[in-house]
């Protein structure tokens, strides 16, 4: 009797670790994200995949990947990122294009009225009023003090923090994105920056660079719904073949 108990015993802890091996494997790899995603209601699951669309270095195409592994029906989930991640994009390009507007009047300004005539366009730190002229061949500012007078050349000019910020060494991503600018324009910028940059950071640069945010807008709805779609038929393959 003791010995059929002992025999039965590993027999049965074999028999529901089988069983509990089918039952993971028959959803797949995904079966626990499937699950998990089954556990938010149904009209709460775009909303989170138009939240996750709207993270940095997660955006359209991670959304869509997301929500096709964990079960939502890829059209939906597909739409569900792209709305997310136009809906950032289009809040970067309008802070950028107000900043960038802002910098630029600014800048006006400064130039518009930072040249006064007489007297008062002394340098600070020079001995002396000097006075500034605007020539054709650079501002040349003079000292009245000492005998003959001495001349500071025009290179010497205050730097504004514009230009400073300019002189900061690029990332690689940037530098890529601004050959591709120059090569192939804004459409093709746009369409091969996901290789390089989040589109959230492309669209900033482009903006940055000049570029109206109509036009980079446009393209960069055009790039998150190719690439969005791309990844989605991507993942939809993958859990059609792993998946079983």
């Known amino acids: 009797m003791s010995i059929a108990l002992t025999l039965s015993g590993p027999s049965r802890l074999s028999a529901a670790a089988t069983t509990t091996a089918s039952d993971a494997s028959s959803g797949g790899p995904f079966a626990w994200l499937q699950e998990l995603m089954g556990q938010v209601p149904e009209l709460a699951q775009p909303v989170i995949l138009v939240l996750a669309g709207a993270i940095p270095f997660f955006e359209g195409e991670g959304s869509a990947a997301l929500g096709v592994l964990s079960g939502v029906n890829p059209v939906v989930a597909a739409l569900a990122a792209i709305v997310g991640n136009v809906l950032c994009v289009a809040a970067v390009v309008w802070l950028g294009s107000w900043v ?131 990844v989605t038929v991507v993942a939809t393959g993958v859990l059609r073949v792993v998946g079983g």
């Open 100 to 230: 960038r507007s802002g910098v630029v009047d600014r800048r006006r300004r400064r130039e518009a009225g930072g040249a006064p005539a007489g007297g008062s366009g002394a340098v600070a730190g020079a001995p002396g009023a000097g006075a500034v002229s605007d020539g054709g061949g650079g501002s040349e500012v003079s000292s009245s003090s000492g005998a003959g007078g001495a001349e500071v050349s025009g290179a010497t000019r205050v730097v504004s923090r514009d230009e400073l910020l300019e002189t900061k060494p690029e990332k690689k991503g940037t530098q890529r994105l601004k050959r591709w600018l120059v090569k192939f324009g804004v459409p093709g910028a746009s369409l091969l920056a996901p290789l390089a940059l989040p589109t959230m950071f492309t669209a900033a640069t482009l903006v940055g660079t000049g570029v109206s945010k109509g036009w980079v807008m446009l393209w960069q709805v055009i790039a998150i719904v190719l690439w969005t779609t791309a």
